[in-house]
């Protein structure tokens, strides 16, 4: 804007007419003004001109502001173009992405279904597997201990209870199970003391006293030690006495004597009859006989007490009695119970049946 000014100003003074008096006008303001007066028109001219100089610069200078404005106009539209393009690429760019993540996540998840799909598949079948092997272990197992224990048996009865069971075919298979195991365990392999309690009624009496001495006499021929030791009221005056006199410590005393004695000199068979009869508090003395082996007075022993029933029991009774062996210990002990509960407390009983009623056999008419 100011080069043009100064053209404006080159031009009028280049004219000849006016060149010395403007040049004079600017340069010397001190002199007089009548030796430098311009004429009125001249001046107004060279006013005219300025003017119109100043007209045509500011009219320059409004176009080249509004070319700057045009200019900058336009690029803010092409930049406001190019923004909106960009953004517009940008997001087709982010929805191509998102759809491509769309994509891998959902074949992601596919190839994980299919691959837990199939470890469960896998699983299963492993599992499966592991529970028939199990099974056929556990059947083998049992196959075996099953006829493991008939061989057993077979062979045992062969030596032990084939002969006294013919003697006495209307005895029940549990009445020899029981005298064959208890035997077995306690005296030939020298276990826990064993007792077994017989029961038998008025009918069976003559049966019992028969049977009781054929056991205890072919047992001891198998042991092959002391000859077995009989505790009985019928055979001990003594005895006889303590028992009907009530005298529960000196009864307690001479069975305690009795069994001792025999046991420490090598026995290890024993009788102890007719215990309904003794004093309640007697009994207390097996708790230390019918203990487990540890805490046992003797172990290795095996002792048979006999039990009669003030009643006579009917058929249908001992047929199920005979075979089965719980109901017959619980019949026991409740007859057991109702005997000596008025002298002894529940608590006290209780554990001394687990001693003296844990193998209850019944005797049968022969």
């Not at 299963?124 to 028939?132: M, Q, R």
């Not at 009781?212 to 002391?226: G, R």
């Not at 082996?293 to 029933?309: D, R």
């Amino acid at each position: 804007m100011s080069e043009d000014y100064m053209n404006g100003l080159k031009s009028l003074s280049s004219r000849p007419d006016i060149k010395n008096k403007s040049t004079t006008e600017i340069c010397s303001t001190s002199e007089d003004s009548d030796d430098n007066n311009l004429d009125a028109s001249d001046s107004i001219k060279i006013n005219k001109e300025i003017n119109n100089n100043q007209s045509l610069k500011a009219t320059n200078e409004t176009e080249e502001i509004n070319d700057s404005s045009s200019d900058e106009d336009h690029d803010d539209k092409i930049g406001k173009k190019d923004d909106s393009s960009i953004k517009s690429d940008h997001k087709n760019e982010n929805n191509q992405s998102v759809e491509k993540k769309t994509e891998d996540f959902q074949n992601n998840s596919l190839n994980l279904d299919m691959r837990e799909k199939k470890n469960n598949k896998n699983s299963t079948l492993i599992i499966s597997v592991i529970v028939l092997i199990a099974c056929i272990f556990c059947a083998s197992k049992f196959c075996f201990k099953l006829t493991k224990n008939k061989v057993e048996k077979k062979q045992f009865r062969m030596d032990l209870i084939d002969e006294l069971k013919n003697g006495f075919p209307s005895q029940s298979d549990w009445f020899w199970i029981n005298i064959e195991s208890s035997f077995k365990h306690s005296v030939l392999k020298s276990k826990d003391p064993s007792i077994v309690l017989i029961i038998y009624d008025e009918e069976t009496t003559d049966t019992y006293s028969k049977l009781s001495k054929e056991i205890l006499n072919y047992l001891s021929k198998i042991d092959k030690s002391k000859s077995h030791v009989v505790v009985s009221k019928k055979k001990e005056d003594d005895f006889k006495y303590f028992i009907e006199k009530n005298m529960p410590d000196e009864s307690k005393f001479y069975i305690d004597s009795k069994l001792s004695t025999h046991f420490k000199s090598g026995g290890k068979l024993a009788l102890v009859e007719d215990i309904h009869e003794f004093p309640a508090h007697s009994m207390v003395l097996f708790y230390a006989y019918g203990d487990e082996e540890k805490y046992a007075k003797f172990p290795g022993v095996l002792i048979f007490m006999s039990f009669k029933l003030n009643e006579k029991l009917d058929a249908q009774s001992k047929q199920i009695y005979s075979q089965s062996p719980k109901k017959l210990r619980e019949f026991a002990e409740n007859r057991m119970f109702n005997l000596w509960s008025k002298w002894i407390r529940e608590d006290q009983l209780r554990p001394l049946f687990t001693r003296i009623a844990n193998n209850v056999i019944l005797v049968n008419s022969e």
